[in-house]
């Protein structure tokens, strides 16, 4: 049989890319960020695409794009919202195998209190208790769409050798 694509799913500032990248790395499949294929193919930065042309035009470049990966055997993590437009999730669900990384709104906001906002342009100007309410309301709204995939990790409380398992026996 052979392995199946890895798609990480979950909220901004949850680790799938830093995960993918280790899980790539110590299972030798390749690794791909779907962020990074965005910023490629448009030739600017992913807050300079929403600034010049807004997030309806922006999800639907990240829809053609992630319909044109090369789905086969590697590790490839999503942008937050990738999962929550159009018919994403059932693509990626039909495509391979989901991993939600999942956090509590509180580790989110402790993790993406520490990164740099201007990156991320719904977090433009949020700060402290804004930062949390903003990540709470809309964790609620996209977690119906995250809890589809096919396992549901707790990012916080999983290692990566049970990463490395949980994969292996997924997608062997």
């Not at 390749?30 to 042309?53: C, H, K, R, T």
């Not at 999800?59 to 990966?69: A, D, G, N, T, V």
Request: net charge positive; with cysteine; hydrophobic share 35%.
């Amino acid at each position: 049989m052979t392995k199946k694509t890895i798609f990480l799913v979950g909220f901004m500032g949850s680790g799938k890319s830093t995960w993918g990248r280790k899980l790539a790395n110590a299972t030798g499949r390749p690794f791909l960020d779907l962020d990074n294929e965005i910023v490629q193919n448009i030739g600017m930065s992913i807050p300079e695409y929403f600034a010049q042309f807004g997030e309806e035009r922006f999800r639907i470049k990240e829809r053609e794009i992630l319909h044109k990966l090369q789905t086969n055997t590697g590790i490839i993590s999503t942008g937050g919202g990738t999962p929550c437009y159009f018919d994403n999730m059932q693509w990626l669900l039909e495509n391979g195998t989901v991993i939600y990384l999942r956090h509590s709104p509180k580790s989110l906001w402790s993790r993406l209190s520490k990164s740099d906002v201007q990156k991320r342009p719904a977090l433009k100007g949020l700060t402290d208790e804004a930062l949390l309410a903003f990540i709470k309301a809309k964790l609620e709204e996209r977690e119906p769409y995250y809890l589809r995939a096919h396992r549901v990790v707790d990012q916080l409380h999983t290692t990566l050798e049970e990463l490395i398992d949980l994969t292996n026996n997924l997608c062997e």
